[in-house]
T-cell receptor
Framework: KNQVEQSPQSLIILEGKNCTLQCNYTVSPFSNLRWYKQDTGRGPVSLTIMTFSENTKSNGRYTATLDADTKQSSLHITASQLSDSASYICVVSADPSTSGTYKYIFGTGTRLKVLA | DTGVSQDPRHKITKRGQNVTFRCDPISEHNRLYWYRQTLGQGPEFLTYFQNEAQLEKSRLLSDRFSAERPKGSFSTLEIQRTEQGDSAMYLC?????????????FGPGTRLTVL
């Protein structure tokens, strides 16, 4: 069964600290993995996307890693800011050329709270 | 602002009433998706369109739900005889047709509350 699991469910850190969010998946055949940031009451916004051959991708203070062998990804946030408070959702896409059908598998997200 | 708009942003209705939501995607995007998201959960796929054709529907999309994209541009999602369990955020997203790699751009969502 295609699944995406994220940990922790929630996280509280102090402003300026770093944190790492985890994503494990069992989606097959794998196409790509995205991390989205979703502010409360808003739609998700893409942060990074990685394909099978990429193992790291950065977007400002956000750095995502991918280990396709262990089917794990992480999102590292450096020097956190109050505006980083949001839910971070991991989304894995299955390869449509073999499955033939739509497959976007969403994780349940990690809710991050950054305190002053 | 991602360029995807949804209307209304909030809807409160009584159980048993019908509601309709609208999504306007980014103009050059021919794929349009509908998702439902409940509190503390990730979005759940409902259905998607390639131009005006509805190509896949989730089992979550009961007979009370219907979606259309008549001219391959905007889309509507109608829920008939609403139930309290329909209360959720309904998200729309659009992308270019080569799905998988092309990013989905999400709208701000419509928050539905069924009393």
């Amino acid at each position: 069964k295609n699944q995406v699991e994220q940990s922790p469910q929630s996280l509280i850190i102090l402003e300026g600290k770093n944190c790492t969010l985890q994503c494990n998946y069992t989606v097959s055949p794998f196409s790509n993995l995205r991390w989205y940031k979703q502010d409360t009451g808003r739609g998700p916004v893409s942060l990074t996307i990685m394909t099978f051959s990429e193992n790291t991708k950065s977007n400002g203070r956000y750095t995502a890693t991918l280990d396709a062998d262990t089917k794990q990804s992480s999102l590292h946030i450096t020097a956190s800011q109050l505006s980083d408070s949001a839910s971070y959702i991991c989304v894995v896409s299955a390869d449509p050329s073999t499955s033939g059908t739509y497959k976007y598998i969403f994780g349940t997200g990690t809710r991050l709270k950054v305190l002053a | 602002d991602t360029g995807v708009s949804q209307d209304p942003r909030h809807k409160i209705t009584k159980r048993g009433q019908n509601v309709t939501f609208r999504c306007d995607p980014i103009s050059e995007h021919n794929r349009l998706y509908w998702y439902r998201q409940t509190l503390g959960q990730g979005p759940e796929f409902l259905t998607y369109f390639q131009n005006e054709a509805q190509l896949e529907k989730s089992r979550l999309l009961s007979d009370r739900f219907s979606a259309e994209r008549p001219k391959g541009s905007f889309s509507t999602l109608e829920i008939q005889r609403t139930e309290q369990g329909d209360s959720a955020m309904y998200l729309c997203a659009s992308s270019l047709s080569d799905f998988g790699y092309n990013e989905q751009f999400f709208g701000p969502g419509t928050r539905l509350t069924v009393l």
